[in-house]
């Protein structure tokens, strides 16, 4: 990857926190601190869609991404942040005290994902990366991470350009692996919260194609869902197809089980309590004569509620035991639920962080562009940031990334729109990456800023 070159803990009192937090902006912009974000945005955004084109030209997978992290050290370095690597393995923490005040975290994640680009945008990704294990993969940033780093780099050139109109520690965390939700704890495990001051609120946003080019979209509570990442191995005994007698076909006790899964959020979850249970991959057998000895599941779930997440987990170990034991499956050959490391917490907005920095949005985006959206099952590592001891508030929002023409021909036509993860995705950089910087500018200048 080309880098661009880059231009040359205070802890408080729960009243003062509780204070800080109270419902609305406390600190309303000036028109004269809105147009000196404007005029030092105007100035730069040449030079920060190029890093967001260079960015999205070369991709890089979850724990690789090497390049993209040496980027943002160099930037933030540059800017007169201590910054420190390798947190959490590839992960990127700047700090910058700027007299006292709150601590505010500011995270943007790295990773692209292993899908071949057919966006047909000049600037594409034709790479082929290596993930952890080795492996060669064709990769693009179908996520828009690229997006979030770019907006992570503006924020830091607009603020320390305005440091005097703000008070207070920045730390701004370049996080590694969030598409496999694994980044946000192994830098928390790393030492995020005590290597470095700890954080009094922590933001983020993340590019969504399913809102218009910079709209913002925000939501008290419940924002994303949790996400648990389930594997089963139903074991059968193996035999000759010809012979189904002298086998336990797991192939059919697979069948059976995934059908009676259905049942388990129509029929075992109160009426309107959100879940869902997808089973993604089915993967048996090696000859049609041949009845296999194993067949193997791998499971999502999703919901918004701890006690919800455990209650699917224990309905999908109950109906794999019973199937397997109504077939007559050997104990020895019980199947196997597993819950794999690639698992998150629901991501929770604090109700008055949310409230003041929608507040402050509208304020500098106008009213019409910022716009309560509801809870998606989608799924975000950022919600690990709030859920250690610290109890950090969150508030993490959407910037629509899709062209608003082609937006109102969706809603006309009825075909949707590509969504994130799509090979066709692709933000439109203008209105896009304005809009995430003055999002992320706008909320640190409303938590921060001098009363």
Not at 266 to 281: D, H, I, Q
Request: with cysteine.
């Amino acid at each position: 990857m080309k880098i661009p070159l880059a231009p040359s803990p205070r802890h408080f009192s729960l009243p003062f926190l509780l204070a800080l937090a109270a419902t609305g902006p406390a600190f309303a912009a000036a028109p004269a601190l809105r147009d000196a974000v404007q005029a030092k945005l105007d100035a730069e955004y040449s030079s920060l869609e190029a890093i967001y084109k260079n960015l999205h030209a070369h991709p890089e997978l979850s724990f690789m991404e090497f390049q993209t992290a040496a980027l943002v050290a160099a930037e933030l370095r540059a800017l007169g942040f201590a910054v420190t690597e390798k947190v959490g393995i590839t992960g990127v923490v700047g700090v910058l005290k700027n007299g006292s005040g709150p601590t505010l975290l500011i995270r943007a994640d790295m990773d692209g994902l292993p899908v071949k680009e057919a966006t047909g945008v000049p600037y594409a990704s034709t790479a082929i990366v290596k993930d952890m294990a080795g492996k060669d993969w064709p990769a693009m940033h179908a996520c828009a991470h690229d997006s979030h780093v770019t907006a992570l780099i503006g924020s830091a050139r607009i603020l320390v350009a305005l440091r005097d109109r703000w008070t207070g520690t920045l730390v701004l965390v370049a996080q590694p692996a969030e598409e496999i939700v694994a980044g946000a704890r192994a830098m928390l495990v790393d030492g995020l919260y005590t290597r470095f001051p700890k954080p009094d609120f922590a933001i983020a946003l993340h590019t969504s194609s399913m809102l218009p080019a910079g709209v913002i979209g925000y939501g008290e509570g419940a924002f994303l869902a949790n996400v648990k990442s389930v594997d089963i191995s139903v074991r059968g005994v193996g035999g000759h197809g010809s012979a189904p007698d002298t086998t336990k076909d797991p192939v059919v006790l697979a069948a059976q089980i995934v059908l009676a899964l259905q049942t388990i959020v129509s029929r075992e979850l109160k009426p309107g309590t959100p879940a869902v249970v997808t089973v993604g991959t089915i993967q048996g057998g090696t000859k049609r004569n041949i009845i296999s000895d194993e067949v193997k599941l791998e499971l999502t779930l999703r919901s918004y509620d701890d006690a919800v997440s455990d209650q699917l987990i224990a309905a999908i170990k109950r109906i794999c035991a019973g199937t397997a034991q109504a077939a007559g499956v050997p104990e020895s050959r019980m199947p196997v639920v597993t819950v794999n490391a690639e698992s998150a917490s629901a991501t929770v907005n604090d109700s008055a962080l949310t409230r003041r920095v929608a507040g402050a949005l509208k304020t500098w985006l106008g009213p019409t562009n910022v716009k309560a959206t509801p809870p998606i099952m989608g799924a975000e590592d950022f919600s690990e940031f709030g859920r250690t001891t610290h109890r950090v508030p969150l508030c993490i929002w959407w910037v629509g990334a899709t062209a608003p023409e082609r937006f109102a021909e969706a809603e006309r036509t009825g075909i949707p729109v590509p969504s994130n993860h799509s090979a066709t995705f692709a933000p439109v950089p203008e209105p896009t990456l304005r809009a995430a910087l003055t999002s992320l500018s706008a909320a640190a200048l409303e938590l921060l800023g001098k009363k």
